[in-house]
């Protein structure tokens, strides 16, 4: 048994903190590796360690400083060595840090020292070797992974020793400067490293005990998901549900290797396991669980005769490819398609644009726009075999007098997503969750 083990934020948020992650690590011998986020918040109103870094970048930006930001950063980690009462001159990395931030001169840089310093302190606390991150983790030209070079590296950086800590979110871009993954990227981290080590098990420790089939602040103590499959996980995190990054799937699955999201405040709890659809075990409800987003635009396109012109499909995607926008669904018809965009991509002077240069494109009967709109998915693994399930989805969202804008089943059956006005959303997942959980 080997296991690679993720600490999130609130894991590294204070010194008392820490030394509980020390236990947890310390009680099972098979824990070798260990992937650390920057500190997240101690109590309601603190601040990120990642989001004080990003401050120290706004503040060099305008001043050609960042000292005054700094002073917080600086505080946060001398504060977390006291706590942890070990022999590390802090103050000494700090200062050197400092001094990086202000010569890199990078917003990558700079939000990767978080993790980065981190990750000093708890090598520092455990005994274990530290593994800087950008000396074994690469990307491509186009900003992926660099999957194949990682692993080799990691590997080798590992060899020989007992146990390991590398920070997350970060590593080195082709142009060999510090590169960072999005927001939450060490989840994916930790995914890397798992399967660059073939481990058993990739442990994700957070503050929670698991996946919900629902946003427990828009439903009372939802039922938590014991096991789920990758796809699950995939479409559920895409569409809002953020315990995992979406992302950290892919290294790790390709390999079969679970993960299990487990609680770092609550060890003994179960949590959730996360496994290839061949290893999924079925819980015995329909569906798995209930997630959505808010703020989607559809642009409505109606043609006749739109199935026997070659290329129109095509053609109105070039339109958003041009512009670099990115389309999460297309649902279609004989003679109609719609595209859904994540409205943040679409200012009105935009959105204007986009509709002027489809209608010269394909020069279509009607173009309609629906903003406002929000996305709902209803996934499970059950819903392909189990008669009348659209039934009951979509009578439970009449029930609750919530009208669909808009209906999209993935080709796997997997999922159907729902479009429903924004101010409908929170009932709207009520309502799905009650048919199928309660």
């Known amino acids: 048994m080997l296991k690679v083990c993720k600490f999130g ?10 030394n509980g992650v020390k236990k947890i690590i310390e009680s099972d011998a098979s824990r070798k590796y260990v992937v650390v986020s920057a500190p997240g918040k101690r109590y309601s109103g603190d601040s990120k360690v990642t989001d004080l870094l990003y401050k120290c970048h706004s503040e060099l930006t305008e001043k050609g ?30 200062d050197e840090t400092e001094k990086l931030i202000v ?75 510090v590169k960072t993954f999005s927001r939450g990227g060490s989840d994916i981290s930790g995914a890397v490293v798992a399967r660059a080590v073939n481990a058993t098990v990739y442990e994700n420790w957070t503050d929670v005990s698991g996946f919900l089939a629902c946003d427990p602040r828009i439903v009372d103590s939802p039922v938590k998901i014991k096991c789920i499959s990758y796809k699950e996980l995939r479409e559920l995190s895409y569409m809002g549900a953020n315990v995992l990054h979406s992302d950290s799937i892919f290294p790790v699955r390709k390999a079969n290797i679970p993960i299990k999201i487990k609680n770092t405040f609550n060890p003994a709890d179960e949590g959730t396991s996360i496994v290839p659809s061949s290893r999924y075990v079925p819980s015995g409800n329909i569906v798995t669980g209930v997630a959505g987003k808010k703020n989607f ?16 499909i095509c053609k109105v995607l070039t339109v958003l490819m041009d512009e670099g926008i990115p389309v999460e669904h297309i649902p279609t018809g004989t003679d109609t398609m719609s595209l859904v965009v994540d409205s943040g991509y679409l200012k009105k002077e935009k959105l204007e644009e986009i509709v002027s240069k489809i209608k010269t494109a394909v ?76």
Request: charged share 20%; with cysteine; net charge negative.
């Open 9 to 18: 934020g609130t894991s590294m948020a204070d010194g008392n903190v820490i």
């Open 103 to 177: 010569s890199e001169n990078s917003e990558d840089f700079i939000a990767s020292r978080g993790e980065y310093l981190c990750a000093r302190i708890v090598a520092e606390v455990l005994g274990a070797k530290f593994v800087d991150a950008y000396d074994v983790v690469f990307f491509k030209e186009d900003g992926s992974l660099d999957g194949a070079k990682s692993y080799k590296a990691i590997s080798e950086a590992v060899s020989g020793a007992n146990s390991a800590v590398i920070p997350g979110f970060y590593g080195k871009g082709t142009d060999g400067r």
């Open 363 to 438: 020069s279509p009967d009607t173009v309609r726009v629906l903003e406002d709109v929000a996305l709902i998915a209803t996934v499970g693994h059950g819903m392909s075999s189990s008669v009348g399930t659209s039934a009951r989805l979509f009578n439970a969202i009449a029930n609750a007098n919530i009208n669909i804008k808009m209906i999209d089943q993935g080709s796997s059956e997997l999922n159907v997503i729902v479009g429903v006005n924004n101010d409908d959303y929170e009932n709207c997942i009520r309502a799905i969750y009650y048919e199928f959980f309660r």
């Open 297 to 312: 635009t559809v642009i409505f396109i109606e043609k006749s005769h739109m199935n026997a012109e070659v290329g129109f």
């Open 65 to 94: 400083n960042c000292k005054e930001s700094f002073k917080a950063v600086r505080a946060r980690f001398v504060s977390i060595v006291k706590e942890l009462n070990i022999p590390f001159n802090i103050e000494a990395v700090l």
